[in-house]
């Protein structure tokens, strides 16, 4: 399994004691596969894709991506990790504003090795993929939302991870963008072969996904998907 | 894209932010590097200024006597030094009459005697105006301005007259007329501020010299010293100077004759042949040479004596050569080398010393049981007496009575002499009444008895009146009722024609009694001498070739140091004091330490509040799989860079930052001293040192904060958020400040309560200084405590109140930052108040002996020394006699009368304590450059006796010397026990308590002086106090006394002071009230407490800006916040106020808690009267600190407030 994540716990200390975000949650998604996540708010979503973007640690459970569970690496090899094997889009783009749009899509090369001239081939590649190549070198303030959010998706491939997550993608746009935005995701994901897993409100975004879960109360559930044109061979476990 | 593209990316889009860390840096730099530049002005200015003033002059020789101006030639022939000049310098005070017959006077004067060599191509010196006018003198503009002098006026140098014989000695002259002399000179020229000669001073202090150059030849001949000079000034000398100098110094120039039989034909002839024919006529000698030398002259002559007869009477009567001095006692060094070279010579030596008698009389026993003396008349008035070994063979011993073969110390031998009046029998008790050889005063009589041995036949050597150095007044005088003596001389009891004077017809000085050399210098060895010749005597009779080897051997003994000629390295002795008593460059880092923590700490802040505003951008670089090293070395490359532009442009701004400290440091300085010569100067040392020191802190400042950026995660820093936030419980960090809080506070109580039972002063200000300390502790760990409350007190109320109170509540949001500026500002304040406790004026009205005036209301300073007691009638009557001279035409006889009576009552509640002053640096804190040779005070018995003065510390051992601490000065041992004030000792000199510092004595020996006490804040600064004795023992030839300290009735002191001021006038006095003294040392003080508080304040000001930063970054952190407030209805004033008040109330809790503490722990200083607290400037300087602390905040407040609401909301 490409993903595997299980019983996955999270909780955050408070003056009353710890409080549950994750409860147990267990999950398996093969490569390939395209994951919406949905819920209501504090249901634990984002707090789910932090941790598998191994940007926050779980309080207990293991997440295993291409079976190597990235928590028991130490800081600056889970950086790597996250380097090269995760890319993320946020619902706010975090583009830096001092970089131009190439720029942007090469920071995460700035803490690799990998050959310039290469990596600078695939960001206007993918920047062509997503639309921009006739913005490379604008600013991220002379851009729309919608295109922002097109330089994030593009960055968070440049180094073709195996997991792309997605945290709101869609959660700023408008519906126009919101639509070529989401399905922009679902395309490269394809292209690309990875793991795309994106917490979104949007139904709309979700329908597109081929699984859904619904996080609730911190625990995951399976949602079936009638127009999910996805590979049905997820398995879900729920607790 | 590369990571240093995104590092020059990151500093030129977040340029606000940059620009404030970068303007942090650059104060940071221009406060650390200014400080170090103000010690390279100081350093650089005095620097400059000893170069101004010693000019060409690299070296010079100042001897304490005169020598041979020709010395100065043979030097030169020897090619010594590129340039010599020699000089007379003479210490004198100078005085014109102005129009209304009143005179003005100025001391200080240096006279200096020089000619064309030293004003090599001008027209020096100037001639004289006209026949009969006197010599012409230049002026340097300090002088002549001082003076209000100018070109063609007139003016008088009163100096001391040279003397051969020391004043102090027997034959020492020391009256007023025979002390100064007054030489009259026109003003030729007065030099302009910048001629290269006007600020010349062989002796570079800050106090612009007064100069008078005057020609050399008047001044020889005024001071009847032709051909002589004092001193020697070199350009250039090359290595064998000291060499070349001992080699041409006769002993002429050590004031040295030797007397052989051909040199006394020489010089009787040159006195008596006054027709040069070759013989001494009848006329010629009759009556001027002693009888017995002509009945003696084979045969006696009746008509002419030749050459050649005088000759073989001293070959065959006095064959011996007599070494004397022109002092007439021969300095010890002296007399010890001339007995070594007259062993090396092959000589026979008798050390030989007279002295005058003013009686020798008898005593009979049955007299002496009723306790009664012998009668005058039965005694020998005037007669001289002869120290020697009288068992020497001839011609230098006397033939030994019968029955007499060795002399014993007791005993005494008297010149058979029929006409004498003593009718004494061998075994008699026969008393010598002398006085002492040295004294202050008035001399004092002394009597010394002796069992007689025998007489002694007035023939071959006991006939010698050569035995007697020639001293004029007395030995020339043909008749003894003419003598006149310097001493009190009675020439009533000499009647013309009686036995005694019949005596000095016949013998003249020849001794009249005889006492073994041990005995008579027992009774009239002084610490000028104890020989007055040393006589020599050839085996083989060749006096003349024994002579030509004996100087010889002689010159080779005798040490160049002992006589005083030594060469000194003024320019480099000068140039290392230059680098000052105080190393300014530590002590503006010192009192700018606050000025640079708030700047550092502003950079920190800043740092971190960009650093919060960067959050998510940094969490995307973390998502994106950047490590946190490497995101931390983006970072600091970016503060890196910052560091080095801030402290390149921070080291340009500090060049100019110190040009305002030194103008501000010559502003403030007491006097205006420092304003004539103080300039800037940069060394390039202190530029590299201080931006290296400033790029160091400042980066190390910004990696605190970056690694203090905490271990966040880059899912909250992706949402802004750059700490962690505290949800759990924790009590363990409240907990310990608790107990922190309570220990100190309980520390302070007890320490304060204990206070009153302390009794050593130190100790109870350490006491109260520990509380204040304490209690800063306790009231910061208070506010920890509050700021960690698990259940804070919930805010009620409504409007501006209710705001408030949150507002407060808002700043224990974040403790520890909170704390930091809150701790940052309770320091600084505590330290400006306790600082400015510190500060003095000069307890006018204290005159109690344990004061610092020592109970003294005077002072008074000469330029000549004086010699005569001012507690003596006669000392008191030539200062009143003074006064009535003065007053001579001005008022009646009998108003002068009558304010002679009231003067003399005033001198009898005046009791005069004199010092001996070892001319030095002034120790002082009013002198800038390094002393390295203190002045040193020779403190008299009286005053020892007496004590007074408060000590700072003792090193007492016994209940006496901590009942009267200055009896320590009599202690004997290896090092001399001296006393110094406490600041000079440990600021000045670098020394302290219980440590040695080594001086010079006369012949340039390093002599230990241990310093066994430090006095506090007294008169004292100038330089260090040792007993009399002592000092007469390291520096026997200094004569005189120079400082005074002035017991009277404090209502008295005004008239104390105007009599002196007429009395002493010719002796360059210059009287001031000791608590005027002490207000200029309290002033140099309370001028580095201004400084200290000026930057002290700075720091303050920058302190309140840093809490406006935290105020900026707490307010960023809570935009979400604030703009929520706003949705909710709050208006923005509210919301201002609401920060506000978080803002001042940080503000007021630093400042009151500071200055609080601070008050206890100066409580005692200022309760025990010792400070005066400018309130006013205090509480004005924390009213700047808040209004911009509060300014700074509510910028802030303004700038976050004018944020779009909606992004902001967004954010929550």
């Known amino acids: ?239 | 894209m590369t990571t240093f593209r995104l590092i020059l990316r990151n500093l030129l889009f977040h340029w606000r932010g940059n620009l404030a860390v970068f303007l942090g840096v650059v104060v940071g730099t221009a406060v650390l590097t200014g400080a170090l530049l103000v010690g390279d002005s100081l350093r650089g200015s005095l620097r400059d200024l000893t170069l101004r003033r010693l000019g060409w002059v690299d070296e010079a020789l100042i001897a304490p006597r005169f020598f041979r101006e020709g010395l100065a030639e043979e030097l030169q022939s020897s090619q010594s030094a590129e340039r010599l000049c020699p000089a007379i310098l003479l210490q004198a005070t100078a005085t014109v009459k102005g129009p209304d017959d009143a005179e003005r006077s100025l001391r200080g004067v240096t006279v200096m005697g020089v000619d064309r060599r030293f004003f090599p191509d001008r027209d020096f010196p100037a001639p004289a105006a006209g026949k009969g006018s006197p010599a012409s003198a230049w002026l340097n503009s300090t002088l002549a301005r001082e003076l209000k002098v100018y070109k063609g006026d007139r003016i008088a140098l009163r100096l001391q007259k040279p003397s051969d014989v020391p004043r102090e000695s027997l034959l020492g002259r020391r009256s007023s007329e025979e002390v100064v002399n007054e030489l009259t000179f026109d003003v030729a020229n007065v030099l302009t501020p910048d001629d290269p000669v006007d600020p010349f001073s062989l002796r570079p202090n800050l106090d612009a010299p007064r100069t008078a150059f005057v020609p050399l030849d008047v001044l020889q001949t005024k001071l009847n010293l032709p051909g002589k000079i004092n001193a020697l000034l070199v350009g250039k000398p090359t290595a064998t100077l000291a060499d070349d100098l001992n080699q041409h110094l006769q002993l002429e120039d050590w004031g040295l004759v030797l007397h052989d039989p051909e040199e006394r034909v020489r010089s009787l002839f040159a006195r008596l042949d006054t027709n040069r024919d070759d013989q001494l006529e009848p006329d010629e000698w009759r009556g001027k040479l002693p009888r017995n030398l002509l009945a003696a002259l084979p045969p006696a002559p009746t008509a002419a004596i030749s050459r050649t007869a005088l000759s073989a009477f001293y070959h065959s009567q006095r064959n011996y050569l007599s070494l004397e001095s022109t002092q007439l006692l021969l300095e010890q060094p002296v007399a010890d080398a001339a007995l070594v070279a007259a062993k090396d010579s092959g000589l026979r030596a008798a050390p030989t010393l007279v002295y005058l008698a003013n009686t020798i009389g008898k005593v009979s026993y049955a007299e002496c049981a009723a306790g009664g003396p012998t009668p005058l008349f039965q005694g020998i008035p005037y007669s001289i007496v002869a120290a020697l070994d009288p068992a020497q063979p001839s011609p230098l011993g006397v033939v030994r009575p019968a029955g007499v073969t060795q002399l014993r110390d007791d005993e005494i031998l008297l010149a058979d002499w029929k006409d004498s009046p003593l009718h004494a029998k061998v075994g008699d008790d026969v008393f010598l009444r002398y006085f002492e050889p040295e004294h202050h005063g008035e001399p004092r009589e002394a009597v010394a008895h002796f069992r007689l041995a025998g007489f002694v036949p007035l023939a071959g050597g006991a006939a010698d009146p050569d035995l007697t150095p020639a001293f004029p007044g007395v030995t020339d005088k043909l008749s003894m009722t003419d003598w006149n003596p310097p001493f009190p001389y009675d020439n009533s009891r000499i009647r013309s024609g009686d036995a005694n004077e019949k005596y000095w017809e016949a013998y003249r000085t020849t001794p009249k009694a005889y006492v073994t050399l041990a005995a008579g210098q027992r009774l009239w060895g002084s610490r000028f001498g104890k020989l007055t010749s040393v006589r020599l005597a050839a085996a083989n009779g060749n006096t003349t070739k024994a002579a030509g080897e004996f100087r010889q051997t002689l010159r080779a003994q005798l040490k160049p140091q002992d006589g005083g000629f030594v060469f000194q390295k003024l320019k480099t002795d000068a140039l290392a004091a230059s680098a000052g008593g105080t190393d300014f460059s530590m002590l503006f880092l010192s009192f700018s330490f606050f000025l640079i923590a708030a700047a550092l700490l502003l950079v920190g802040l800043l740092v971190r509040l960009n650093l919060d505003r960067r959050a998510s951008e940094i969490g995307l670089l973390m998502a994106t799989g950047f490590r946190r090293s490497r995101i931390v070395v983006v970072l600091l490359a970016e503060g890196a860079i910052l560091a080095a532009v801030g402290a390149a442009v921070g080291t340009v701004v500090a060049v100019l930052y110190a040009g305002l400290l030194v103008r501000f440091l010559g502003a403030v300085w007491p006097g205006g001293t420092l304003t004539s010569f103080l300039q800037p100067h940069v060394g390039v040392a202190s530029l590299v040192y201080g931006a290296l020191g400033s790029f160091g802190v400042s980066l190390l400042t910004i990696v605190l904060c970056v690694l203090l950026f905490g271990r966040v995660a880059p899912s909250a820093l992706l949402a802004g958020q750059t700490t962690t936030e505290r949800v759990g419980p924790s009590r363990r960090g409240g907990s310990w400040a608790l107990w922190l809080t309570i220990g100190s506070a309980v520390g302070a109580v007890i320490l304060l309560a204990c206070s009153p039972y302390v009794a050593d002063d130190e100790m109870k200000a350490s006491t109260f200084f520990g509380s204040g300390l304490l209690l800063l502790t306790a009231c910061l760990g208070a506010v920890w405590v509050w700021m960690h409350r698990t259940r804070p007190g919930t805010v009620v109320g409504h409007g501006w109140w209710g705001v408030g109170r949150l507002g407060v509540r808002n700043a224990a949001r974040h403790p520890l930052r909170s704390l930091l500026t809150c701790g940052l500002l309770a320091a600084a304040a505590f330290l400006v108040v306790a600082v400015e406790a510190f500060r003095r004026e000069p307890a006018t009205a204290e005159t109690t002996r344990t004061s610092p005036s020592g109970g003294f209301v005077l002072l008074a300073e000469t330029d000549l020394p004086l010699f005569q007691d001012l507690n003596s009638d006669q000392g008191r009557a030539d200062l009143l006699n003074q006064l009535e001279t003065r007053l001579l035409g001005k008022l009646a006889f009998a108003d002068r009368e009558a304010q002679r009576a009231d003067m003399s009552g005033v001198l009898g509640q005046t009791h005069f304590y004199a010092f001996r002053v070892r001319a030095g640096d002034d120790a002082s804190c009013l002198n800038l450059f390094q002393p390295t040779r203190p002045r040193l005070l020779g403190v008299p018995a009286g005053l020892l006796d007496r004590g007074g003065f408060r000590f700072a510390s003792t090193d007492a051992g016994t209940p006496e010397e901590g009942d009267n601490p200055w009896q320590i000065l009599r202690r004997d041992g290896a090092a001399v026990p001296v006393f110094g004030e406490q600041n000079t000792v440990v600021w000045m000199l670098h020394s302290g308590q219980g440590k040695d510092f080594p001086v010079p004595d006369e012949a340039g020996t390093p002599r230990p002086l241990h310093i066994d006490g430090l006095l506090q804040d007294s008169v004292f600064q100038s330089g260090l106090l040792l007993s009399e004795d002592h000092f007469l023992r390291l520096y026997p030839n200094q004569e005189g006394y120079n400082f005074f300290l002035i017991e009277t009735p404090p209502e008295q002191a005004d008239r104390v002071k105007e009599l002196l001021e007429i009395g002493l006038a010719d002796r360059g006095v210059e009287v001031t009230r000791t608590s005027d003294r002490l207000a200029s040392y309290l002033a140099v003080e309370n001028t580095y407490l201004t400084t200290f508080q000026a930057l002290g304040g700075l720091g303050l000001v920058l302190g309140s800006l840093g809490l406006g930063v935290v105020l900026l970054r707490g307010v960023w952190e809570r935009r979400g916040e604030l703009a929520l407030l706003r949705a909710l209805g709050f208006r923005r004033l509210k919301l201002g106020w609401l920060v506000l008040a978080e803002n001042g109330f940080l503000l007021l809790l630093g400042l009151g808690a500071g200055a609080a503490s601070a008050l206890v722990a100066v409580a005692p200083h200022l309760f025990g009267g010792g400070g005066q607290v400018p309130w006013l400037q205090l509480l004005a300087l924390f009213g700047v600190v808040l209004v911009v602390g509060l300014a700074a905040g509510a910028v802030a407040v303004i700038g976050t407030l004018r944020a779009p609401l909606i992004p902001a909301l967004r954010r929550e």
């Not at chain 1, 708010?41 to 984002?46: A, L, P, Q, R, T």
């Not at chain 1, 206007?124 to 600013?139: A, F, I, P, W, Y």
């Not at chain 1, 295109?147 to 991870?161: G, N, Y």
């Not at chain 1, 792309?164 to 126009?176: K, S, V, W």
Request: glycine fraction near 8%; include cysteine; hydrophobic fraction near 40%.
């Open chain 1, 1 to 239: 399994m490409a993903l595997q994540v299980d019983h996955l716990c999270k909780d955050y200390p408070t003056r009353s004691g710890p409080l549950p975000i994750l409860r147990d949650v267990s999950l398996a998604v093969q490569r390939g596969e395209a994951v919406a996540v949905m819920g209501p708010s504090g249901s634990g979503k984002s707090t789910l894709l932090h941790l598998l973007g191994t940007l926050d640690r779980p309080t207990s459970g293991t997440v295993r991506l291409e079976g190597t569970d990235p928590f028991t690496l130490q800081e600056r090899f889970l950086a790597d990790f996250r380097n090269r094997h995760i890319g993320f889009v946020f619902q706010d783009h975090h583009l830096l504003p001092q970089c131009s749009v190439l720029e942007n899509v090469l920071i995460p090369t700035l803490v690799g090795r990998d050959d310039a001239s290469e990596v600078q081939k695939r960001a206007r590649h993918l920047l062509e993929r997503v639309g921009l190549s006739g913005r490379l070198d604008h600013r991220p303030a002379e851009l729309s939302g919608g295109e922002r959010q097109r330089v994030a998706v593009a960055r968070a491939l440049i180094h073709r991870p195996v997991l792309l997550l997605a945290d709101e993608p869609t959660g700023n746009l408008d519906r126009r963008s919101a639509r070529v935005v989401g399905q922009l995701l679902l395309d490269l994901h394809r292209e690309e072969n990875t793991i795309l897993i994106v917490v979104t409100h949007s139904q709309e975004l979700a329908d597109t996904f081929p699984r859904t879960l619904v996080m609730d109360d911190g625990s995951l559930q399976t949602l079936p998907n009638p127009t999910s044109a996805g590979v049905p061979a997820a398995s879900t476990t729920e607790r």
